[in-house]
């Protein structure tokens, strides 16, 4: 809509104050009549002329309307489905077992974790100590990690009866081993090469140990014993080789090894509750809303999404974007804020920068660099400036990463189900349109509409996801003629 | 929750400078290390004591998970009834007539308006010129009045198969006409006061016009001759008694009369298009919520309401709430921004004063007082303060615009139902402790807990008096052995 290029008022006398006079005198003789007049020329408020633009109630508004709507979806389900919840099935299902199988397979596989740990740590301290020449070394943890990284493929797809939910949660884990040990190899490499070189030089010169530093540290000659002394507080290079040092980094909410930590110096104990709290309610609420919401709505997305039938599909599709994306808000804040909040505080760990304002995001990229900082961090620093260090050019080392996350990605997904579909690497894949769309939309429209684009490709590309894994999940395992019989509750 | 009492930071040293000083000395150190530490202690964003408070992202956020809801229930009531909208049926509907019976008992109703119309304008011309004595003037007046408010009363209960819609056009149309009528005899006789009283005393002294004026206007007395012309351009008293006036102040939009409207120099017909397709396609739109979303929820309602099954008539109650709510936004602005103003802009009316900002009001008050300025006006100009003025108390004043205003909109609901229960009266009633609550609650938790209170008793309040409405209409008229079979779609 263009401005009207008039508002509704007295056409302008040629100056200023002569037009208020006049209009001083207008209102003078009409506020002397004996009818008590009312009117006088306005605009509506919501023309363009009346330059109105308080409408914050209507931001009041649409949240009300927001809590309104999930109140009545909330009793239409339960009158429908009644309550579908069952906290102990969680339990159960924890476990890894499913109903055909025996033992609890995923407990056995996170314990046996600690054998590839051991290797790794045994390898660093021989090439410490130089009894294990450097290439065996570099082989001996290669071969270490692509067997930490195959183990749960192998097993989940061998063993019979491994449930879903006890499979994600060992390929999750193993996932998180595998890059804080890529880490910890990486880290204890770097610190290697500067202790040779420090030692070859000693033994050359007899120069004190200060005339090693940088020169710029020399500047300040007042604060040259501080920091000598600080840098003595510090544990130095071969000391970190032992096993607490290693399982505190293991345990620690971050996937980037160093050698000194910062940390806190004491346990909030009021902080700590608080995120006990939240952890085990949030759990159990996003469990709840996958058993009351989730399921039911994926059951019965099978039979019109197989059909291709459009409007259904798509109805089906809403119906389960926002059960789900709901689920997955608060999984985020219960995983990045409350988990890694509460482990950071009872590990006095100091570095609580988990996630940046990732809601805020203008952009898909911004998205991707916010929502999950250890897993970014460690990108950057092991593997994107590895490379670009090594002389090759940034595009390269940004494909890396995106291929590495997108490997992952589909590891998680499709090892649980054993349907190995590539949907969570295209859903990956898809990132790069979506990217330059949201990026035309921010330039064109404002960057309010490409807040709009990353909010819309989260709430809607996951269920999505969801629906055809599910798909090819019941098609594979069950095949095509229970499609029938399976897709109704 | 409290805010932590210290958040994630080193102690702080006696001196700020000191402490700096410390924190550079061992970031410096901390930098020279082989192992490139990567963390620093700091808070995670949704801790208290990060004072992060950026979350502009969730507005975007709220309103994209309202518009995705929205075009699922869309979807869904697509495919669960089909296409149900019929334009015919409104125009139909709109001449007045029931299946059942036979002419435009509607259309004829609004055509004898004019009957009243003449006898008020012949009445006040007599008065006028003294023809009629003024206690015989106000009587007949009087007397016209409640025959004007009587008759479509009686009418639409005596005559057979006058359909819904119909009578609330016919009730609506001749409350604005009591409204307006009341104005212009009110306004006609404050002129006649004023007008007797300057000719008694120009018939007492032979003084000049310009001394009856009020002494405060003779200050200025370089303006004194434009005060003088500008009053003669004016309409004087018993000039404006003529049918051209009172027709224009019955179309115009505005429920006061006055002599001299503001007028506005031209037409604008940009402005004009839009409006006339605004009201077009609204009113459209609104027929299409009805009867696609709100009917099929109100029928469905009948036996849950009836049999008070709590948990189904909540769920009903939202379910009827979100459509109703939109029919009515929708509504209100074709009503007092589009057709008010189309109108206004057709008659040159300047004063477009039609609603203030309502959407905004932190509590009951201030939305009753700006969502219907026309009435809101009307009630202070022509009820509160004659009745202050006549010397009674305020309180009174207050009582008896609360009280006309329930009188109307119980008269504007259950004429046309015919189901004479007191549910919109009781509605008006329930505003006073809703008003109480909304200034309880905006005092203990700020404005915009009031605004939220508003916005709730607009969206629930509506769907609730419906619902009871049309519950009682269809024991009424069809007993209650119908319900049952009445009851399904």
Known sequence: MTKEQDGIRYRRAQSVTRAE???????????????????K??????????????????????????????????????????????????????????????????????????????????????????IIPNTVGLVTHIVNLIVLILLPMIVIHVKEGFNLVGASVVTSFYT?????????????QWCRTTHQKRRSSMRRSSASYSSLRKPSENNVDSSSEQLESKEKELVQYPDNLNLRDM???????????????????????RFLIKRIFEVIAGTQIVFCVIQQY????????????????IAETTERLLKLAIPNHLAWLIFFYITFHSYLNLIGELLQ??????????????????????????????AVRH???????MGFNKFLAGVSVFFLSAFFHEYMVSVPLKTYKIWAFTGMMSQIPLSSLANYVQKRFGSRWGNMIVW????????????????DYVITHYGESLLEEYGHI
């Not at 906290?87 to 056995?108: D, F, R």
């Not at 920068?353 to 995001?361: E, G, I, R």
């Open 383 to 389: 593997l994107y400036l590895p490379i670009v260090e």
């Open 456 to 471: 819309s490709s989260l709430i809607l590309g996951q269920p999505l996801c969801i629906m055809m894994y599910y798909h």
């Open 176 to 188: 998180v081993l595998f890059l804080k040990m890529w880490s910890y190899i990486q880290v204890n």
């Open 349 to 378: 760990f100091a570095d609580r920068n988990f996630y940046a304002d990732w809601w805020n995001a203008k952009d898909v990229d911004t998205f991707w660099r916010s929502w999950n900082l250890p897993v970014h961090r460690w």
């Open 294 to 309: 989730m399921i039911p709505s994926i059951i019965n997305s099978l039979i019109p999404f197989s059909n291709m039938d």
């Open 247 to 269: 399982l505190y980094f293991l345990c620690a909410p971050t996937l980037c090894y160093e050698l000194n930590f910062p940390r806190t110096d004491r346990i909030r104990k």
């Open 21 to 39: 006079e006049i209009q001083a005198v207008e209102k003078k003789v009409r506020d002397s009549q004996p009818d008590k007049p009312c009117h």
């Open 41 to 130: 020329p306005r605009d509506s408020l919501f023309s363009w002329t009346s330059e109105f633009n308080n409408f914050t109630g209507f931001v009041n508004w649409a949240f009300l309307l927001l809590s309104i709507g999930s109140l009545r979806l909330l009793l239409e389900n339960f009158i429908k489905y009644g309550i579908r919840v069952d906290p102990l099935q969680w339990i159960y299902v924890l476990t890894g077992l499913n109903e055909g199988g025996s033992g609890h397979p995923a407990v056995i596989l996170i314990i046996y974790s600690l054998i590839p740990i051991t290797t790794c740590l045994l390898v660093e301290k021989g090439l410490a100590v130089e």
